[in-house]
């Protein structure tokens, strides 16, 4: 740190510097992030409520509102009528918080997942101290629920911690057969779906099979505002059918003006409840449809033209995520960064992923699919 500070105007010059190195949304050149631009109203909400830190949540009850609203309407959305749970950092903590729960809850100490679950679930298990049972994919890349019934009786359903499910899998944007899963695992221990980004999306698809608090077995559920709930970062929620979850992992906080805490961040970055609560009174369901719409409109369009250039999609899409089976992703992302387009990749199968978020236009995709033509014939 500089004894002496710098002045405004060559701070900002600076931060301006900064700013332009990186990668903006706005660009629609980013199409590989399960982020994207929050709204005007949500960025208006959050720097309104910057100061606000619900670890400390006495000293802002109009906030405190604001949380119980947004957690009340997000499980509404997941088939909840009176759901408890908290706004997070995201969903890794979310996941890790679930784990939490379920080793509280239940003991044992395996934990169940899709090998399409989300890394954050690793991260869980490695922090827990827990054992991973990870379960094979069938050809729709989808849990299997045959290899999930071996993999129980392999350990002995005594030993399972957690069961977790996935609803909008990260690299195909696949919904695990949550209903399936429920009826398998064993009674009394926990299942979480981790719909971090397919929490905003299914609903506003008319999905046909269940996949949240509808299957009476669901204990749980992430859900993150800040992807296509249009909200700012860090903006995501768990989810539970009642507060007694949170009741195991709480710790005494009597210099604050609450006497206990209960989620894993003590300063929680509460400006994102405000920015959720704005953009979600202000799209309704009828605003997120519209944008659920156009998004697939758009994932189906470039799944179709990629198609004709000898890129088909390693499974239909789901939702607005499009994995392209490829012969060497690596270095197609890699020229593709250079020409400053923005997509990941999938190793198995080995392929390019697409996530069409709200920012990216038809404008940007037939732009795009002008330089991957380049691209493909140089």
Known sequence: MREKGLSAKEVLRRLLEHYREDAHFSS?????SMCTEPLPIARAAHMLFIEANLGNPGLYPGTVKMEREVIESLG???GLEEPKGYILSGGTEANI?????AKKRNG??????????????????KLLDLKPLPVDLTEDYVMDVDHLRRRIREVGEGAITSV?????????GTVDPVEEISEVIPEGVPLHVDAAFGGFVLPFLNFPRKYNFEVEGVSSITVDPHKMGLSTIPSGALLLRSIEGFKRIAVSSPYLTEPMAYTLAGTRASAAVAATWAVMNFMGREGYREVVEECMRNTRYLDKELTKLGFPHVV???INVLASLADDPESLQKRLEEMRWYVSKVCR???????????????HLMEFLRDFRGLIQL
């Open 164 to 172: 977790v499910a996935v609803a909008g899998s990260t690299e195909f």
């Open 28 to 32: 629609g050149r980013v199409l590989g």
């Open 108 to 125: 044992g100490r395996y934990v169940v997942y899709p090998r399409s679950a989300h890394f954050s679930i690793n991260k869980g298990i």
């Open 97 to 101: 918080t679930a784990l939490y729960l």
């Open 76 to 78: 509404n959305l997941m």
């Open 316 to 318: 239909e899409p789901t």
């Open 349 to 363: 199968p080995p392929a390019l992923r697409f996530v069409l978020m709200p920012h990216v236009k038809r404008s």
